[in-house]
């Protein structure tokens, strides 16, 4: 059984930094995309950065303000957001080979 945990959200002033941590249990294969989304209230959840095959995506409105890494064991999955800005302010969640989903951490810019 395929488990995420997300782990590192919390308050923060605008401009400042946090990173998120997904722990990923179970097994999934080698090729599967592994990434991060995050939804605002009243807003659909929507892509913020995704790792597959080598290649990692950015949602144009965090380029150059937000980094996704994935370990090479695929056991575990990061997102360092620095410049944070109040419209950041969503429910994060990792996703693995678009089938497996974290409960989310919350992420408050303020």
């Known amino acids: 059984q395929v488990q995420l945990v997300e782990s590192g959200g919390g308050s923060v002033q605008a401009g400042g930094s946090l990173e998120l941590s997904c722990a990923i249990s179970g097994f999934i294969s080698s090729s599967c995309a592994l990434g991060w989304y995050r939804q605002a209230p009243g807003e659909e959840r929507e892509l913020v950065a995704i790792?597959?095959?080598?290649?990692?995506t950015l949602a144009d409105s965090v380029k150059d303000r937000f980094t996704i890494s994935v370990e090479d064991s695929k056991k575990a999955l990061y997102l360092q957001m620095n410049s944070l800005k109040t419209e950041d302010t969503a429910v994060y969640y990792c996703?693995?080979?678009?089938?497996?989903w974290g409960q989310g951490t919350q992420v408050t810019v303020s």
């Open positions: 996703m693995a080979c678009s089938l497996y």
């Open positions: 790792s597959s095959g080598g290649t990692t």
